[in-house]
């Protein structure tokens, strides 16, 4: 099977069994600690070294490893009643956006992104705050980043159109559904004909380097994500275009072998991390195998279509997907949501909201419960939380919360 994952970043599994008790022991210790490490003067928290810091001592204010992801958690978590916290943090929320649009200044591919710029600091600090002010610098935001060439989530309009979804669910007014609306279209009027597929995707100008990627986190299915998550705003046909175009590129570049198991053989499903020949050949050539994280790979294919249609041909290719997460085990790299081990329970519970079988919570209770085994290795080794949504304990801490609730809302993607 290493030609669907690589064994080497994958671990035993080692958690013990489930309990609701060690899920909200596990939940109050993430939560104590960064509460205990919050910095009020900084209105931020030590960014972790393996957060590739760009000087010691920095700390960052966005989404993806900064404090407005860390606020976003513990705000949503005590609003659901897993924890009480210490202090009201809203004064340092309010500060967040003109922080975060410092600390990317100069980005080359744009200040908007959802996770790593404004987007998503605006965002949060109108929710918590119902300004104007905040409301209309968002919309200006969004709407200046549809045709972002990165075409991608993290930097482009499939990130930041999620922030206008948000708003509209938020009930802020008519103008973000007409903005989901304009920025879905853009979405679609972005899409190429892959040559080597012959199907539809992206092309990505991404740091310099074009490419097309398949995945959650750069590439297709991040980008298709947005219209299966706000179709109760958008036409029904657009809707049905996007979930079309997405089962025939997948089901074009799927990778897959059969497992012998006791019950019989299961489907084994993943994805290579791009289409282009060249650069899937070199990856290849230097020993590159499929990922398995939700960034790349079948987690975050299953994180963001699990709401395809149930028709056989989406069932068999999400199921297997979910197998394969099985089958490699947790990640070896940690805990987080991104590129660790609580991004594959997402997938799990995602599954488990979809076919409705308790394996699928099962296997997701014991993968929460090793990424928190994940977060104390990782808080003795050294000396220091990994307080952030993205990449650290934060979203062990939101996933362990949904394994106790039966939630398979992904933090920032379906809730903010």
């Given at each position: 099977?290493?030609?669907?994952?690589?064994p080497t970043?994958h671990e035993?599994?080692?958690?013990?069994?489930?309990t609701?008790?060690?899920?909200h022991?596990?939940?109050?210790r993430?939560c104590a600690?960064?509460?205990?490490?919050?910095?009020?003067?900084?209105?931020a928290?030590?960014l972790h070294?393996?957060?590739?810091?760009p000087?010691?001592?920095?700390?960052?204010?966005?989404?993806?490893?900064?404090?407005?992801g860390?606020?976003?958690?513990?705000?949503?978590l005590?609003s659901?009643?897993?924890?009480?916290?210490?202090?009201?943090y809203?004064?340092w929320?309010?500060?967040l956006?003109?922080?975060?649009a410092?600390?990317?200044?100069g980005e080359q591919h744009?200040s908007?992104?959802?996770?790593?710029g404004?987007?998503?600091a605006?965002?949060l600090?109108?929710l918590?705050?119902?300004r104007?002010?905040?409301?209309d610098?968002?919309?200006?935001?969004v709407?200046?980043?549809l045709?972002?060439?990165?075409?991608?989530?993290?930097?482009?309009?499939?990130?930041?159109?999620?922030?206008a979804i948000h708003?509209?669910?938020?009930?802020?007014g008519?103008r973000?559904?007409?903005?989901v609306?304009?920025?879905v279209?853009a979405?679609?009027?972005?899409?190429i004909?892959?040559?080597?597929?012959?199907?539809w995707n992206?092309q990505?100008?991404?740091y310099?380097?074009?490419?097309?990627y398949?995945?959650?986190?750069?590439g297709?299915?991040?980008n298709?994500y947005?219209?299966?998550r706000?179709?109760?705003?958008?036409?029904?046909?657009?809707?049905r275009?996007?979930e079309q175009?997405?089962?025939?590129?997948?089901?074009?570049?799927?990778?897959?072998?059969?497992?012998d198991?006791p019950?019989?053989p299961?489907?084994?499903?993943?994805w290579?991390v791009v289409?282009?020949?060249d650069?899937?050949?070199?990856?290849?050539?230097?020993?590159g195998r499929?990922?398995?994280?939700?960034?790349?790979g079948?987690?975050?294919?299953v994180?963001r279509l699990?709401?395809a249609p149930?028709?056989?041909e989406?069932d068999?290719?999400?199921?297997g997907?979910g197998?394969?997460i099985w089958h490699a085990g947790?990640?070896?790299k940690g805990p987080?949501?991104?590129?660790?081990?609580?991004?594959?329970?997402?997938?799990c519970?995602?599954?488990w909201?979809r076919?409705?079988?308790?394996?699928?919570?099962?296997r997701?209770?014991q993968l929460a419960?090793h990424?928190?085994?994940?977060?104390?290795?990782a808080?003795?080794?050294h000396?220091q939380?990994?307080?952030s949504?993205?990449?650290?304990?934060?979203?062990?801490?939101?996933?362990?919360?949904?394994?106790?609730?039966g939630?398979?809302r992904?933090?920032t993607l379906d809730?903010?």
């Amino acid at each position: 099977m290493q030609d669907l994952f690589d064994p080497t970043r994958h671990e035993p599994l080692d958690a013990p069994a489930w309990t609701d008790a060690a899920a909200h022991q596990a939940i109050d210790r993430i939560c104590a600690s960064a509460e205990t490490a919050f910095d009020e003067r900084e209105g931020a928290w030590l960014l972790h070294p393996q957060d590739e810091p760009p000087r010691p001592g920095h700390r960052s204010h966005n989404v993806y490893w900064g404090a407005a992801g860390v606020l976003l958690a513990l705000r949503h978590l005590a609003s659901q009643g897993a924890v009480a916290l210490r202090r009201d943090y809203t004064p340092w929320i309010e500060r967040l956006p003109e922080r975060v649009a410092a600390d990317v200044a100069g980005e080359q591919h744009g200040s908007a992104s959802y996770l790593f710029g404004e987007s998503g600091a605006l965002l949060l600090a109108f929710l918590a705050t119902r300004r104007a002010a905040f409301a209309d610098r968002l919309y200006a935001v969004v709407q200046g980043n549809l045709h972002n060439t990165a075409n991608e989530p993290l930097w482009g309009n499939a990130g930041t159109v999620l922030a206008a979804i948000h708003m509209a669910e938020a009930d802020a007014g008519p103008r973000w559904a007409e903005l989901v609306q304009q920025a879905v279209q853009a979405l679609l009027d972005d899409m190429i004909v892959d040559p080597e597929t012959g199907t539809w995707n992206w092309q990505q100008a991404l740091y310099g380097k074009p490419t097309r990627y398949l995945g959650a986190g750069h590439g297709f299915a991040g980008n298709v994500y947005p219209a299966l998550r706000a179709a109760a705003l958008l036409n029904a046909d657009t809707v049905r275009t996007f979930e079309q175009r997405a089962l025939d590129t997948l089901s074009a570049t799927t990778l897959h072998r059969l497992l012998d198991a006791p019950g019989g053989p299961v489907e084994l499903i993943n994805w290579h991390v791009v289409t282009d020949a060249d650069r899937l050949a070199a990856w290849i050539a230097k020993g590159g195998r499929p990922l398995v994280q939700d960034c790349h790979g079948a987690p975050g294919i299953v994180c963001r279509l699990a709401g395809a249609p149930r028709t056989p041909e989406w069932d068999r290719m999400l199921l297997g997907a979910g197998e394969l997460i099985w089958h490699a085990g947790p990640l070896a790299k940690g805990p987080s949501l991104c590129h660790g081990t609580a991004g594959n329970a997402m997938a799990c519970l995602k599954l488990w909201r979809r076919f409705g079988d308790t394996r699928w919570l099962d296997r997701a209770r014991q993968l929460a419960l090793h990424a928190a085994g994940q977060v104390e290795s990782a808080r003795a080794g050294h000396g220091q939380g990994r307080h952030s949504l993205w990449t650290g304990d934060l979203g062990v801490a939101c996933v362990l919360w949904n394994c106790l609730r039966g939630d398979d809302r992904f933090p920032t993607l379906d809730y903010c």
